[in-house]
């Protein structure tokens, strides 16, 4: 009799790098040992009050599904916080989705097919390798070297690994895990290449006011690119709201909206409530973002101060989202996490990173990285800096 078995897909694709320790980290504060949590990207930051209050005023006597392509109040308050960048998109260049996640996952469907590539620069948030294993679409690494700020190789390198079944290029801007903020002139290049070879560019800006300098970018202002570009965008980090599992895709590109409209019709549509509750926080963005920005900002400071104290330490102070990526003395990082979350603590505390291994998707690069998050308020991550110093120095020992 045929055996029942799970798709070659769903054996392949990773655990989230991000929660795979969550057992051994149960573990060690069942113990009592306070572990302060530096690996997820989940902001420790309270939503804007009015999502909230908007979502209990909702009186409607039924919960229906909400049209595919949005509630309309809820995408005339995208059109209105897009202008602020510049942009002034219609209502049907964009379409809200659960979450960013979605949004890429409707982008890379829509530019390419089964067994076609997509050129990334690794690290890169994980979840791409998922999605890779899901669709079937090929991701093809180019590696940013730590040790050069994960600085952009010439164009010529990013030429080369185009073939002719390459779709597109991701570029997340601010980055995670890196904390990188590409440079115009990085920017520019991406562009041109696209141009030039007829790909399509997934912006991903999830993070896109979390900088510390400079105004808030969004690429799908260059107006060189506009058919180009899709751009990935989300309200998790810059309302501190990922719960609310709102995001959204935007193009100029006719046939990529009308594709991704198709996709989205089968999936049906983002939650109702969510894109109701979400309409004032749009339309009046900046004070709130202005002010957790600030946050992150004093934040990213205190984990430089920290890391300067660790001998050996390899890193450049993040420019944006809230992560900072470390090349630590050490040869495993995995192991290094597993010791300070089983082995390790100092006064009864210590402290949760991600390893960066599986930001990657060529074996054995970034075995020595990890990747801070700083979610956590700054008297807090002070002491958790400190106690990861002593971790560090601690598992040198050993
Ligand atoms: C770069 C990047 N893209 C997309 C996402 C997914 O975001 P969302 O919560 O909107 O699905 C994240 C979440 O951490 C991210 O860091």
Same mark, same amino acid.
Do not use: E, H, R, S
């Given at each position: 009799m045929k055996k029942l078995v799970v798709s070659k897909r769903g054996r392949n694709v990773i655990a989230s790098p991000i929660r795979k320790f969550l057992p051994l980290m149960q573990a060690a504060e069942a113990k009592g040992t306070k572990v302060f949590r530096l $690996?997820? !990207? #989940? &902001?420790d930051l309270a939503p804007p009050p009015e999502f909230l209050q908007t979502v209990k005023k909702y009186n409607l006597p039924t919960l229906a599904y909400a049209p595919s392509p949005g509630i309309k109040a809820h995408m005339v308050a995208w059109q209105k916080y897009y202008k602020q960048f510049g942009l002034s998109l219609e209502l049907n260049q964009m379409l809200p989705t659960v979450g960013c996640a979605e949004a890429i996952m409707l982008a890379l469907q829509a530019v390419a097919d089964f067994g076609d590539e997509i050129i990334v620069f690794e690290p890169? @948030?994980?979840s791409y390798k998922s999605f890779s294993v899901m669709t079937g679409i090929k991701l093809i690494p180019i590696t940013l070297p730590i040790e050069k700020n994960f600085a952009m190789p010439p164009a010529s390198v990013i030429e080369k690994k185009i073939t002719a079944r390459t779709k597109a290029i991701v570029i997340i801007n601010p980055d995670n895990p890196t904390g990188k903020l590409w440079s115009p002139a990085e920017l520019n290049t991406v562009v041109k290449i696209a141009k030039k070879h007829n790909l399509f560019i997934i912006s991903d800006e999830t993070y896109r006011e979390i900088r510390f300098n400079g105004k808030p970018y969004c690429l799908l202002s260059d107006k060189s690119a506009r058919q180009n570009v899709i751009l990935t965008d989300s309200v998790s980090k810059r309302f501190s709201m990922p719960g609310a599992r709102i995001g959204c895709v935007a193009s100029f590109n006719k046939e990529i909206m009308s594709a991704i409209l198709k996709f989205a019709q089968a999936r049906l549509s983002a939650g109702t409530l969510e894109q109701l509750g979400l309409v004032p926080l749009l339309n009046n963005s900046r004070p709130y973002v202005s002010k957790v920005v600030k946050e992150y900002k004093k934040r990213q400071k205190v984990v430089a101060e920290g890391l300067k104290k660790i001998k050996g330490a390899v890193f450049k102070p993040a %420019? !944006?989202?809230f992560y900072q990526a470390v090349g630590l003395p050490i040869k495993d990082a995995e192991d290094f996490v597993r010791f300070m979350i089983g082995k390790f603590s100092y006064q009864g505390k210590t402290v949760m990173v991600t390893p960066m %291994? #599986?930001? @990657?998707?060529? &074996?054995?690069? !970034?075995? $020595?990285e990890i990747r801070i998050a700083y979610v956590l308020n700054t008297k807090d991550l002070k002491v958790a800096m400190d106690i990861l110093a002593r971790g560090v120095a601690a598992y040198g020992r050993q």
């Open positions: $690996n997820v !990207g #989940d &902001p890169l @948030y994980a %420019q !944006g989202a %291994q #599986d930001f @990657y998707i060529t &074996p054995g690069k !970034g075995k $020595n």
